[in-house]
């Protein structure tokens, strides 16, 4: 049966917004704006979803999880408890209209580490990895080699930790455990704009040197 991924750059902040499918069934990863686009490539490729999953509580990455859940009110959204003091901030006066996000999404069910799911033939592992936000999770694809880091990683930097919650210290932990235990040619969806790989990241990130 047909597997993959597909990325979407979605909203003003170009949130990469991911679709994992498999055997007819798709997981959603921060749906941060233009649902539309997601809900066509389901119609398209006849997917199902069975999840809808948030890498942290930022509002441009769970912008449009209430509007999804609209149209799927059966299909759980997870993400970490510790970002849950998130979904009511805006962060600056006025970003959600910007972001044409809707506040406080609902959340389903709460994950940690080392929790996984099935997707037809894939395996979603998580990996808590908390800095840019406390409850900030990456999510591992071992059959398909992607990993979907949100905004710890970027091509070339890492997110930022001066937000509410960030702690650079741990940022610095968590950025460099992604690079040692994952493999190198392991594709990085980012939280936003380019993606990248584990590879080129050891080399060229400031926090990759000497792995
Ligand atoms: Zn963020």
Redesign the pocket.
């Known amino acids: 049966m047909a597997m993959g991924y597909r990325v979407f750059s979605v909203g003003p902040l170009a949130v990469n917004s991911t679709i994992l499918y498999s055997s007819g069934e798709a997981f959603i990863f921060d749906p941060g704006g233009e649902e539309e686009k997601l809900i066509s490539f389901l119609r398209e490729k006849g997917l199902k979803p069975k999840g809808i999953f948030l890498?942290?509580g930022?509002v441009?990455?769970f912008a449009r999880v209430k509007a999804l859940k609209e149209i799927f009110p059966k299909v759980p959204v997870y993400m970490n408890e510790k970002d849950k003091f998130l979904l009511t901030q805006e962060l600056w006066e006025g970003f959600a209209q910007y972001l044409n996000a809707q506040l406080n999404p609902p959340v389903d069910r709460f994950l940690k580490e080392g929790d996984s799911f099935k997707l037809g033939n894939l395996t979603l592992e998580v990996y808590e990895t908390p800095g840019?936000?406390p409850g900030?999770v990456v999510y591992y694809i071992p059959q398909l080699k992607i990993l979907i880091a949100?905004?710890l990683l970027f091509r070339g930097s890492v997110?930022?930790w001066n937000?509410p919650g960030g702690n650079k210290e741990e940022l610095i932990n968590s950025v460099r455990r992604v690079l040692s235990i994952f493999p190198e040619d392991t594709k990085v969806i980012t939280?936003h704009g380019e993606l990248t790989t584990i590879g080129f990241e050891r080399k060229h990130n400031p926090l990759g040197w000497g792995l």
């Open positions: 890498t942290h930022h441009d990455h840019h936000t900030g949100g905004d997110g930022r937000l939280g």
